[in-house]
C-alpha cells in the first residue's frame, strides 16, 4: 500500500513510468521526457471539472456495454467515495480510469468493425497527407480531441469550420523523438478508434493537395501509391462503406463525394454508376443523398435572397440549416466517442439523420412555396405553413415566421410612430406615392398595398395602421406641427428582436392589437384637436351652411333685396367688384356681421360662366374660401357640390322672392283695381293662380329647409362630434353632401325631375311678368280713368261742362279698348294657368314614380286636397299601385 | 488541509474503492500505478494529460515487448 506522501510529481511521474513499463528508470528515459513534455504542456483541463458529468458517462458506457450491474455497483462505489470525502479531485481521477478504460491497448471486447473497414483503415488513413503532415505540428492534440468530444455545447461557429477543427487524434509523434516511432504510430493507428479516423480523414476536404510533405516515414510512403491506386479504381472495385459514409458526409453539405455526385438531368445525387456497389447500399445512400439535395435547395434560395435588404432572415435561414447540420455533427461525433464499437454506418447515419431530414423537407417545402415572393407577401406565405397540427414542424415554421415578421415589425413600428417610410423593395403593405403634392396627401398619398398585407394582419388593422402614418405625416406637413403627441413616444417602441416580434404576432388577440389600437387613438385624437383648435374645422362648417346652403336667413334676404336691381341686367353687364360691396354691405347690414373675421374673409361672390341671353340671376353665386388643412374636408369636388347646391337653393329662394312680390302687388291693387270690374275676373284667375303657385314654393321650400337640409345636417353633426379620426368626418361630410345633392334633385337620376322643376319655376317668373305686365296697364287705365274724373270733377267745380262730347268719346273708347284687352289678358292667363298646372301635375306623378321616400311624401303635401289628382288620371292611381308598377319597371 | 493521520482507514477505504471502480472499468492499473496516478492527480496535474501518457507508455512497452517477441 503506498503511503501518500507527499512527493513531487515529476519523481511520481517517473514511478509511473517504470511501473507501466515493467523497466528500470534508466530505461525509461524517453519516455518520461516525453510524459513530462505531455503533462507541462498540457496543464490546464479543457474539459469541465464536473464529477457528475463524469460519472454519468461513465454509468451511460456501462449500460451501453450492457452491464447494468456493474453501472448499479459503479453508482454504489461512487457514492461511497463520495461520502468519504478523502480525495479532493474525485472528477479527476475518474475521468483517468475512464479515459484509460477506453484504451484500445487493452483488447476490447466490442471491438469489432466489419471486415473492410479495418482493412480500409490503413489505407484511407495513408491517403490523406493532410494527416501525413501533421508529425511536424503540433506534440499532441489532445486539446482538439477533448473539444472536439464537448462540441455539443458549442453550436455557434458555421458548420463548415467546426469541420475544420477535427483535428488527429492520438497522440502523434513529436520530433524528438526518433524514428523508430514513426512505426509505433503507423501501428497506433491502425489500432485507434477506426471509425473515429475515418470521420477526421473525411473531414478533409477533397480539394487538399495530394502531394505529400516532406519527411514521410518511409513506411507511410509505401503505403501511398497502393491506395491511391486502390481508391481510384474504375470498375468493379469494392467501395468500402466507410468511403460511402465519406461520401454522404459531403453531400449533406452540397459538396460531390468522390462517388455520390449530383446528376443534374435527374436533379439528384446518385452514385456513380460505374461503381458497384450493393442494391441496398445503393438505396441507403440516396435516402441519405436526399439531405444533401434538401440542403443544397435551401442554400440556394438564400443564396439567391441574400441580397434583398429585408431578408435578414437569409442569415437565420442559413444558421437554421447550419444548425441542423451541427446536430448532424455532433451526434455523429458522439456516436464515435461513446465507444469503440460503435461504427459509423450508413444504417447509423439513416437513423440519425431522420430528424434533421424532416426538418429540413420542411425548409425546401417552405422554399418552394415562397418562390418568388417578398415582403408581406413572403410572411404570409410562412405563415400559411405554419397551419399544420404537426406541433414540431409548427414550431419550425413559426420561428422563421418571427425571423421574416421581425423586419415588417421594423417598418410597422416606424410607420406608426414616426411616419417613415423607407421600403426600397415595396415590401411593406402602406405605399407612398411620391409624386403626390401636399394638398392632396390625405387622400392620394399613401395606399394600402393589399398583397402586401400578411396574413396574420386583418383588414381592419391595417386599415388603422395606414391611418395612423397617415395622420402623423399629416400633421408635420400639412398642419406643419411637428410636437410629437406626448403620449405616443411612451409607448414602448421595442420591437427590436424578432422573438418580440414572433410574440406579437402570434398574441393577435393581444398586445399587437392593443398596440395598434393605443397608437390609433392617440393619433388620431390629437389630429383632430389640431384641426379643431388651430384650424377650425368644424366652425367652418357650420359657416358653409350659414353661407352657401343659405343658413343665415335675415342675411341671405337683405342680399336679395339689395341685389335685386344689379341682378335683373344682363349678365354681361356685372361687375363683380360691385357685386362684392353689395354683399359687404349686406354682411354688415345683419346678424352676419357677428361671425369671426376669420369667416367673413373667404365669403366671396363668385360669377359664373355667362352664357347668351343670361341674366344676373343665372351667374350669381356665392363662393367660400379653402385652403390648407381644411381643404382636406372641403376638396374641389365638395367645393362644386356646394355650388351647385347653392345654385339650386338660390333658385328656389328667388322663386319664393317672386311670389312675394306677387302677393305683395296683389293685396296693394286689389283695393285700388276694385273700381274696375271689369278686371275682376282676371283678378280673379291671378290670385288663385299666384295662391297655387305660393302653395307650391312654399312646400318645396319646406321640404329643402327640412327635409333635406336640416336632417342632413344633423346627422352630420352627429357623426362629426363622434368621429375618431379624420377618415370619418370626411366620410360622414361626403354622405351629407351626396343626400342633399339626390334630394335636391341635382344628381344625375333626378334629372327629369330637376327638369320639370325648372319649367314650374320659368312658369312662375312668366306669370311674374304678365302680371307685372297686367298691373301696369291696369294701374295706368285706372290711373287715366281717375284722372279723367279728376278732371271731369274739377271741370263741374268750375261751372263747365264736366267732359265734352268728344272727351267723353275718347274716354269710352279708351275703356271699351281697355276692356277688349282683358279678355285678351284672360286667355293669356288662363294658358298660364294651364301650362303651370300641366308643369306641376307632371311634377307630381314624377314624384310619386320616385324612389326616394321622402320625394313621395313630398307629393303628398304638394296635393294635399287632391287637386291634381282629379284632374290627372295617372295620379289616380294609388301609391301602392305604382309602387308595384314601379318595381316592374325597375 | 484536514488532519492527515486519523483518516488512514478511510484513506485506505478510498483506495479500495477506487481499485474497485477501476477494475470495473477495466483500466489496467494495478494497485501502485493507481496510487500514483490519485496522488497526481490530486496535485492538479489534468487527468486528460496524465491518461494520454500511461496510453502512450503502454504502447510503447507493448510494441517493444512485441519488437523483442519478434526479434527473438
Redesign the interface.
Same mark, same amino acid.
Given at each position: 500500500?503506498?503511503s501518500?506522501d507527499q512527493?513531487s510529481?515529476n519523481v511520481?511521474?517517473q514511478?509511473?513510468?517504470c511501473?507501466?513499463?515493467?523497466?528500470s528508470e534508466a530505461d525509461v528515459a524517453h519516455?518520461f521526457q516525453?510524459?513530462v513534455r $505531455?503533462?507541462g504542456?498540457?496543464?490546464?483541463?479543457? /474539459?469541465e471539472r464536473d464529477e457528475f458529468l463524469v460519472s454519468e458517462k /461513465?454509468k451511460k458506457?456501462?449500460v451501453r456495454q450492457r452491464r447494468e450491474a456493474?453501472a448499479a455497483?459503479?453508482s454504489e462505489?461512487?457514492r461511497?467515495?463520495q461520502s468519504?470525502?478523502?480525495?479532493?479531485?474525485r472528477w479527476? /481521477?475518474?475521468?483517468?480510469?475512464?479515459?484509460?478504460?477506453e484504451?484500445p491497448?487493452?483488447p476490447p471486447t466490442g471491438y469489432v468493425s466489419c471486415p473492410s473497414l479495418s482493412q480500409a483503415l490503413p489505407r484511407d488513413a495513408h491517403s490523406t497527407p493532410y494527416y501525413c503532415a501533421r508529425p511536424q505540428s503540433l506534440p499532441?492534440n489532445?486539446p482538439d480531441r477533448?473539444q472536439s468530444a464537448q462540441s455539443s455545447g458549442s453550436m455557434g461557429s458555421s458548420g463548415i469550420s467546426s469541420l475544420g477543427v477535427y483535428a488527429m487524434n492520438g497522440?502523434t509523434a513529436t520530433p524528438p523523438i526518433d524514428n523508430s516511432r514513426t512505426? $509505433?504510430v503507423g501501428?497506433?493507428l491502425r489500432q485507434q478508434l477506426g471509425s473515429r479516423l475515418a470521420w477526421n480523414l473525411s473531414a478533409v476536404p477533397p480539394s487538399v493537395p495530394t502531394s505529400t510533405s516532406k519527411g514521410l516515414p518511409n513506411s507511410m510512403t509505401r503505403s501511398v501509391p497502393r491506395s491511391r491506386r486502390d481508391c481510384d479504381a474504375n470498375s468493379c472495385v469494392e467501395i468500402s462503406e466507410a468511403s460511402l459514409v465519406r461520401d454522404i458526409l459531403y453531400v449533406f453539405q452540397g459538396i460531390d463525394g468522390k462517388c455520390v455526385k449530383m446528376s443534374n438531368p435527374e436533379n439528384c445525387y446518385k452514385i456513380d454508376a460505374k461503381i458497384a456497389v450493393s442494391k441496398s447500399l445503393r438505396d441507403t445512400v440516396s435516402r441519405l443523398a436526399e439531405l444533401g439535395w434538401l440542403h443544397n435547395k435551401v442554400r440556394k434560395y438564400t443564396d439567391q435572397r441574400s441580397l434583398d435588404r429585408a431578408f435578414g432572415l437569409v442569415g437565420q435561414h442559413m444558421s437554421i440549416v447550419y444548425l441542423l447540420y451541427m446536430q448532424l455533427q455532433v451526434e455523429d461525433d458522439q456516436g464515435v466517442n461513446l465507444g469503440v464499437d460503435s461504427n459509423l454506418t450508413l444504417r447509423r447515419l439513416l437513423v440519425w439523420t431522420y430528424d434533421p431530414k424532416t426538418r429540413l423537407k420542411t425548409l425546401a417545402a417552405l422554399v418552394d412555396h415562397c418562390q418568388g415572393r417578398k415582403g408581406g407577401e413572403l410572411a404570409s406565405a410562412v405563415h400559411a405553413y405554419g397551419k399544420t397540427g404537426d406541433p414540431y414542424m409548427r414550431a419550425l415554421v413559426q420561428h422563421i415566421l418571427s425571423l421574416v415578421s421581425h423586419p415588417i415589425l421594423n417598418f410597422l413600428y416606424r410607420w406608426i410612430y414616426d411616419g417613415e417610410l423607407e421600403d426600397m423593395y415595396h415590401e411593406f403593405f402602406v405605399a407612398s406615392d411620391p409624386t403626390v403634392k401636399t394638398d392632396r396627401l390625405w387622400h392620394d398619398k399613401y395606399t394600402l398595398r393589399k398583397s402586401m398585407i400578411p396574413s396574420f394582419i386583418t383588414r381592419d388593422q391595417a386599415r388603422k395602421v395606414l391611418l395612423i402614418g397617415k395622420s402623423i405625416n399629416f400633421l408635420h406637413q400639412v398642419c406643419q406641427d411637428r410636437t410629437p403627441p406626448g403620449k405616443m413616444i411612451a409607448a414602448s417602441k421595442s420591437a427590436d428582436s424578432p422573438k418580440d416580434a414572433a410574440e406579437l404576432f402570434t398574441d393577435l388577440e393581444g398586445a399587437f392589437q392593443g398596440k395598434i389600437d393605443a397608437a390609433y387613438f392617440e393619433t388620431s385624437k390629437y389630429l383632430l384637436d389640431v384641426l379643431n383648435k388651430n384650424y377650425l374645422l368644424l366652425e367652418h362648417m357650420k359657416a358653409m351652411r350659414r353661407y352657401l346652403l343659405l343658413g343665415q336667413g335675415d342675411f341671405i334676404r337683405h342680399l336679395m333685396d339689395l341685389l335685386k336691381p344689379e341682378l335683373v341686367r344682363p349678365a354681361t353687364t356685372l361687375y363683380q367688384h360691385n357685386l362684392t360691396g353689395i354683399l359687404e354691405t349686406a354682411v354688415r347690414a345683419t346678424n352676419a356681421q357677428f361671425d369671426s373675421p376669420e369667416i367673413l374673409k373667404r365669403l366671396d361672390v363668385r360669377l359664373l360662366e355667362v352664357s347668351p341671353g343670361d341674366t344676373g340671376w343665372d351667374v350669381f353665386s356665392l363662393d367660400y374660401h379653402v385652403e390648407g388643412p381644411i381643404a382636406t374636408v372641403f376638396t374641389r369636388e365638395c367645393m362644386s357640390h356646394y355650388l351647385r347646391v347653392f345654385n339650386f337653393l338660390w333658385r328656389a329662394k328667388r322663386m319664393e322672392y317672386i311670389l312675394t312680390d306677387i302677393w305683395k302687388g296683389q293685396m296693394c291693387n286689389a283695393k285700388l283695381l276694385k273700381r274696375m270690374p271689369e278686371l275682376s275676373g282676371v283678378l280673379h284667375q291671378c290670385h288663385v293662380l299666384a295662391s297655387e303657385m305660393v302653395h307650391f314654393i312654399h312646400q318645396m321650400q319646406y321640404y329643402i329647409t327640412f327635409e333635406v337640409l336640416e336632417c342632413s345636417w344633423d346627422e352630420l353633426w352627429n357623426k362629426v362630434q363622434q368621429a375618431q379620426d379624420l377618415d370619418h368626418i370626411i366620410a360622414a361630410h361626403e354622405v351629407f353632401l351626396d343626400t342633399i345633392i339626390t334630394r335636391c334633385l341635382l344628381d344625375a337620376n333626378s334629372r327629369p325631375l330637376l327638369n320639370q322643376l325648372r319649367a314650374i319655376f320659368d312658369q312662375i317668373i312668366e306669370f311674374q311678368n304678365a302680371q307685372e305686365a297686367m298691373y301696369r296697364a291696369a294701374l295706368e287705365e285706372l290711373q287715366l280713368r281717375l284722372q279723367f274724373e279728376e278732371r271731369k270733377a274739377q271741370r263741374e267745380a268750375e261751372g263747365e261742362w264736366g267732359v265734352t262730347a268728344s272727351e267723353e268719346e275718347v274716354e269710352n273708347k279708351r275703356i271699351r279698348d281697355f276692356q277688349e284687352t282683358v279678355p285678351k289678358l284672360c286667355t293669356q292667363l288662363q294658358i298660364l294657368t294651364h301650362f303651370y298646372q300641366g308643369a306641376v301635375q307632371q311634377f307630381l306623378v314624377l314624384l310619386t314614380t320616385s324612389a326616394d321616400e321622402s320625394l313621395q311624401f313630398l307629393s303628398f303635401r304638394l296635393d294635399f286636397n287632391e287637386h291634381y289628382k282629379a284632374r290627372e288620371p295617372r295620379l289616380r292611381l294609388s301609391l301602392g299601385s305604382t309602387r308595384g308598377r314601379r318595381s316592374l319597371h325597375t | 488541509m484536514a488532519s492527515v493521520a486519523p483518516n488512514l482507514s478511510a484513506v485506505r477505504e478510498t483506495m479500495d474503492v477506487l481499485l474497485e471502480i477501476s477494475r470495473l472499468l477495466n483500466s489496467g492499473l494495478d494497485m501502485e500505478s493507481l496510487s500514483i496516478c490519485v496522488r497526481l492527480c490530486e496535485q492538479g496535474i489534468n487527468p486528460e494529460a496524465l491518461s494520454s501518457v500511461i496510453k502512450e507508455l503502454r504502447k510503447a512497452s507493448d510494441s517493444l515487448k512485441t519488437s523483442e517477441n519478434v526479434g527473438s
Amino acid at each position: 500500500m503506498a503511503s501518500l506522501d507527499q512527493k513531487s510529481p515529476n519523481v511520481l511521474l517517473q514511478s509511473l513510468c517504470c511501473r507501466i513499463t515493467g523497466k528500470s528508470e534508466a530505461d525509461v528515459a524517453h519516455q518520461f521526457q516525453y510524459a513530462v513534455r $505531455v503533462i507541462g504542456s498540457n496543464y490546464a483541463p479543457t /474539459i469541465e471539472r464536473d464529477e457528475f458529468l463524469v460519472s454519468e458517462k /461513465i454509468k451511460k458506457e456501462f449500460v451501453r456495454q450492457r452491464r447494468e450491474a456493474d453501472a448499479a455497483l459503479f453508482s454504489e462505489l461512487h457514492r461511497k467515495l463520495q461520502s468519504q470525502g478523502v480525495l479532493k479531485n474525485r472528477w479527476s /481521477i475518474l475521468y483517468l480510469l475512464l479515459s484509460l478504460s477506453e484504451d484500445p491497448a487493452k483488447p476490447p471486447t466490442g471491438y469489432v468493425s466489419c471486415p473492410s473497414l479495418s482493412q480500409a483503415l490503413p489505407r484511407d488513413a495513408h491517403s490523406t497527407p493532410y494527416y501525413c503532415a501533421r508529425p511536424q505540428s503540433l506534440p499532441l492534440n489532445y486539446p482538439d480531441r477533448t473539444q472536439s468530444a464537448q462540441s455539443s455545447g458549442s453550436m455557434g461557429s458555421s458548420g463548415i469550420s467546426s469541420l475544420g477543427v477535427y483535428a488527429m487524434n492520438g497522440p502523434t509523434a513529436t520530433p524528438p523523438i526518433d524514428n523508430s516511432r514513426t512505426q $509505433v504510430v503507423g501501428d497506433s493507428l491502425r489500432q485507434q478508434l477506426g471509425s473515429r479516423l475515418a470521420w477526421n480523414l473525411s473531414a478533409v476536404p477533397p480539394s487538399v493537395p495530394t502531394s505529400t510533405s516532406k519527411g514521410l516515414p518511409n513506411s507511410m510512403t509505401r503505403s501511398v501509391p497502393r491506395s491511391r491506386r486502390d481508391c481510384d479504381a474504375n470498375s468493379c472495385v469494392e467501395i468500402s462503406e466507410a468511403s460511402l459514409v465519406r461520401d454522404i458526409l459531403y453531400v449533406f453539405q452540397g459538396i460531390d463525394g468522390k462517388c455520390v455526385k449530383m446528376s443534374n438531368p435527374e436533379n439528384c445525387y446518385k452514385i456513380d454508376a460505374k461503381i458497384a456497389v450493393s442494391k441496398s447500399l445503393r438505396d441507403t445512400v440516396s435516402r441519405l443523398a436526399e439531405l444533401g439535395w434538401l440542403h443544397n435547395k435551401v442554400r440556394k434560395y438564400t443564396d439567391q435572397r441574400s441580397l434583398d435588404r429585408a431578408f435578414g432572415l437569409v442569415g437565420q435561414h442559413m444558421s437554421i440549416v447550419y444548425l441542423l447540420y451541427m446536430q448532424l455533427q455532433v451526434e455523429d461525433d458522439q456516436g464515435v466517442n461513446l465507444g469503440v464499437d460503435s461504427n459509423l454506418t450508413l444504417r447509423r447515419l439513416l437513423v440519425w439523420t431522420y430528424d434533421p431530414k424532416t426538418r429540413l423537407k420542411t425548409l425546401a417545402a417552405l422554399v418552394d412555396h415562397c418562390q418568388g415572393r417578398k415582403g408581406g407577401e413572403l410572411a404570409s406565405a410562412v405563415h400559411a405553413y405554419g397551419k399544420t397540427g404537426d406541433p414540431y414542424m409548427r414550431a419550425l415554421v413559426q420561428h422563421i415566421l418571427s425571423l421574416v415578421s421581425h423586419p415588417i415589425l421594423n417598418f410597422l413600428y416606424r410607420w406608426i410612430y414616426d411616419g417613415e417610410l423607407e421600403d426600397m423593395y415595396h415590401e411593406f403593405f402602406v405605399a407612398s406615392d411620391p409624386t403626390v403634392k401636399t394638398d392632396r396627401l390625405w387622400h392620394d398619398k399613401y395606399t394600402l398595398r393589399k398583397s402586401m398585407i400578411p396574413s396574420f394582419i386583418t383588414r381592419d388593422q391595417a386599415r388603422k395602421v395606414l391611418l395612423i402614418g397617415k395622420s402623423i405625416n399629416f400633421l408635420h406637413q400639412v398642419c406643419q406641427d411637428r410636437t410629437p403627441p406626448g403620449k405616443m413616444i411612451a409607448a414602448s417602441k421595442s420591437a427590436d428582436s424578432p422573438k418580440d416580434a414572433a410574440e406579437l404576432f402570434t398574441d393577435l388577440e393581444g398586445a399587437f392589437q392593443g398596440k395598434i389600437d393605443a397608437a390609433y387613438f392617440e393619433t388620431s385624437k390629437y389630429l383632430l384637436d389640431v384641426l379643431n383648435k388651430n384650424y377650425l374645422l368644424l366652425e367652418h362648417m357650420k359657416a358653409m351652411r350659414r353661407y352657401l346652403l343659405l343658413g343665415q336667413g335675415d342675411f341671405i334676404r337683405h342680399l336679395m333685396d339689395l341685389l335685386k336691381p344689379e341682378l335683373v341686367r344682363p349678365a354681361t353687364t356685372l361687375y363683380q367688384h360691385n357685386l362684392t360691396g353689395i354683399l359687404e354691405t349686406a354682411v354688415r347690414a345683419t346678424n352676419a356681421q357677428f361671425d369671426s373675421p376669420e369667416i367673413l374673409k373667404r365669403l366671396d361672390v363668385r360669377l359664373l360662366e355667362v352664357s347668351p341671353g343670361d341674366t344676373g340671376w343665372d351667374v350669381f353665386s356665392l363662393d367660400y374660401h379653402v385652403e390648407g388643412p381644411i381643404a382636406t374636408v372641403f376638396t374641389r369636388e365638395c367645393m362644386s357640390h356646394y355650388l351647385r347646391v347653392f345654385n339650386f337653393l338660390w333658385r328656389a329662394k328667388r322663386m319664393e322672392y317672386i311670389l312675394t312680390d306677387i302677393w305683395k302687388g296683389q293685396m296693394c291693387n286689389a283695393k285700388l283695381l276694385k273700381r274696375m270690374p271689369e278686371l275682376s275676373g282676371v283678378l280673379h284667375q291671378c290670385h288663385v293662380l299666384a295662391s297655387e303657385m305660393v302653395h307650391f314654393i312654399h312646400q318645396m321650400q319646406y321640404y329643402i329647409t327640412f327635409e333635406v337640409l336640416e336632417c342632413s345636417w344633423d346627422e352630420l353633426w352627429n357623426k362629426v362630434q363622434q368621429a375618431q379620426d379624420l377618415d370619418h368626418i370626411i366620410a360622414a361630410h361626403e354622405v351629407f353632401l351626396d343626400t342633399i345633392i339626390t334630394r335636391c334633385l341635382l344628381d344625375a337620376n333626378s334629372r327629369p325631375l330637376l327638369n320639370q322643376l325648372r319649367a314650374i319655376f320659368d312658369q312662375i317668373i312668366e306669370f311674374q311678368n304678365a302680371q307685372e305686365a297686367m298691373y301696369r296697364a291696369a294701374l295706368e287705365e285706372l290711373q287715366l280713368r281717375l284722372q279723367f274724373e279728376e278732371r271731369k270733377a274739377q271741370r263741374e267745380a268750375e261751372g263747365e261742362w264736366g267732359v265734352t262730347a268728344s272727351e267723353e268719346e275718347v274716354e269710352n273708347k279708351r275703356i271699351r279698348d281697355f276692356q277688349e284687352t282683358v279678355p285678351k289678358l284672360c286667355t293669356q292667363l288662363q294658358i298660364l294657368t294651364h301650362f303651370y298646372q300641366g308643369a306641376v301635375q307632371q311634377f307630381l306623378v314624377l314624384l310619386t314614380t320616385s324612389a326616394d321616400e321622402s320625394l313621395q311624401f313630398l307629393s303628398f303635401r304638394l296635393d294635399f286636397n287632391e287637386h291634381y289628382k282629379a284632374r290627372e288620371p295617372r295620379l289616380r292611381l294609388s301609391l301602392g299601385s305604382t309602387r308595384g308598377r314601379r318595381s316592374l319597371h325597375t | 488541509m484536514a488532519s492527515v493521520a486519523p483518516n488512514l482507514s478511510a484513506v485506505r477505504e478510498t483506495m479500495d474503492v477506487l481499485l474497485e471502480i477501476s477494475r470495473l472499468l477495466n483500466s489496467g492499473l494495478d494497485m501502485e500505478s493507481l496510487s500514483i496516478c490519485v496522488r497526481l492527480c490530486e496535485q492538479g496535474i489534468n487527468p486528460e494529460a496524465l491518461s494520454s501518457v500511461i496510453k502512450e507508455l503502454r504502447k510503447a512497452s507493448d510494441s517493444l515487448k512485441t519488437s523483442e517477441n519478434v526479434g527473438s
